[in-house]
């Protein structure tokens, strides 16, 4: 009897999670939510492409390959592929163009996104028979070689091992603490120092698009939101030019979590190249190599945490977020760190709240339970997370992290993000990879 409801449920989700993704389809890609995102976002599709496999793992494919025809000719994948039809205007904000690398026929913007993009190709591989999957990894491996190496050469300039990030939005997590911290502390513009000083931030909260479709309160504040834009327009006066940026900018940052899904994409890159019997590159197998090794730097002895860093000043951004527990998902951490991450997750005063994971532990000063990467609950890095956990052994962390993810999806819909501490919705509502993720974590429930 039990089974047999618990089965209705799983239907009845899969269902309306289709429904979902059927809503934001564009014919060969999926927006993240009408209205607000109405571009194709990177990690956004590798996240659809993860639930769409179950599908139709055709479509899957073309998910991803849609992300490719953005593929600028330095090898980088930009975070948005904008649509000509609607918020026209917005390509316009970019400019992909002004660099001599972006392509010809599609507008881009100028920066990239966690490079997501290998482990949904292995995802989608596994759906497939080897010699399908052979034939598939053949056709996406060159353009994320390309990708891996441009990340190494242009975010790489001192051949560290980590990428350097130069706009939060590269993170994927907008308005996480560490970002802002380091942005309030050095790089406010002026101008945006005079609104604050003056109060005229409600004049600019008018013309947000954001704040027509959520409350205000579950956005970023205006000041931050003009800091990224602000941030957005220094690149694009340097055309996306990587050396002229780094010489007029101290905003870099070595992020932690960008760094550990480059480090499980680079294992997910050595095994579609064996599965191929094709050889990677010498230069970039080391590069590889030195990105595990150079993961370690980032732990901080005194707080038994891994943090990210400030490319110029080598400085850990000791505020505290949700990267923590990626290196998890990066899966080389050793089994004494992984136990301490382990131990952080199960603490109900830091990220064991009652729908966990939030995106800022609970007893930091930056919480709030509303407010985009600075609280609530996302369903992308519970699913980071739960991959983590399973590889490193924690299997019972995993089913259980697993189960309440679905519940509160169940509970609570396909919103963008959840209040951790209610589990209420919040965000915009039938948000894409909520439903796609959702799909998959039922698919491969144990
Ligand atoms: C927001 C999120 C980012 C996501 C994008 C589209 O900017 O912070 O992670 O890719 O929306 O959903």
Redesign the pocket.
Same mark, same amino acid.
């Given at each position: 009897m039990k089974n047999q409801s618990s089965d209705t449920k799983s239907t009845t989700i899969l269902e309306a999670a289709k429904t979902v993704l059927e809503m934001n389809d564009q014919g060969s890609y999926t927006v993240?939510a009408k209205g607000l995102?109405p571009h194709q &976002?990177l &990690? *956004?599709s590798c996240f659809v492409a993860i639930g769409l496999r179950h599908l139709d793992v055709e479509r899957a494919k073309t998910e991803l390959l849609s992300l490719l025809r953005g593929q600028w000719s330095n090898g980088m994948i930009p975070h948005n592929i904008l649509s000509d039809q609607v918020h026209a205007r917005d390509k316009n904000i970019w400019r992909g163009w002004l660099s001599p690398y972006s392509p010809d026929d599609v507008n881009t913007s100028g920066i990239t996104?966690p490079p997501v993009l290998a482990e949904a190709a292995v995802q989608i591989g596994k759906k497939l028979s080897l010699p399908e999957r052979r034939t598939w990894y053949r056709t996406v491996l060159p353009a994320l070689i390309k990708h891996h190496q441009w990340l190494y050469k242009e975010r790489d300039p001192h051949n560290e091992g980590l990428a350097l990030q130069i706009h939060p &939005?590269e993170t994927?997590? *907008?308005n996480t603490p560490p970002w802002m911290s380091e942005l309030h502390d050095h790089q406010m513009a002026g101008w945006i120092t005079l609104i604050k000083k003056l109060h005229l931030e409600f004049l600019i909260t008018m013309f947000r698009r954001d704040t027509h479709y959520v409350p205000a309160e579950q956005r970023l504040d205006t000041i931050d939101a003009l800091a990224l834009y602000s941030t957005q327009r220094r690149l694009r006066r340097k055309r996306y030019d990587i050396s002229r940026v780094l010489t007029h900018s101290l905003f870099a940052i070595e992020d932690l979590t960008f760094n550990c899904i480059f480090i499980r994409a680079n294992q997910h890159l050595v095994h579609m190249a064996k599965t191929i019997r094709f050889d990677l590159p010498h230069e970039l197998l080391d590069s590889m190599q030195k990105t595990e090794a150079a993961l370690e730097q980032l732990w901080d002895p005194y707080s038994s945490q891994y943090y990210s860093r400030n490319f110029v000043t080598h400085t850990m951004l000791k505020e505290p977020s949700i990267a923590a527990l990626i290196p998890l998902y990066a899966g080389t951490i050793s089994q004494e760190r992984a136990n301490t991450l382990v131990k952080m997750l199960e603490n109900q005063h830091l990220f064991g709240p009652a729908f966990p994971v939030p995106s800022v532990p609970i007893n930091s000063t930056w919480f709030n339970s509303g407010a985009y &990467?600075q609280g609530p609950t996302w369903i992308n890095t519970n699913w980071l997370i739960i991959d983590g956990l399973n590889r490193m052994g924690f299997k019972d962390h995993a089913a259980a992290l697993q189960e309440s993810t679905i519940e509160l999806v169940a509970k609570s819909g396909f919103s963008e993000y959840f209040d951790p501490l209610t589990g209420t919705a919040d965000g915009v509502q039938n948000f894409s990879w909520t439903a796609a993720l959702a799909i998959d974590l039922l698919r491969t429930k144990g």
């Open positions: 993240p995102y &976002w &990690w *956004d996104q &939005w994927g997590l *907008d &990467w």
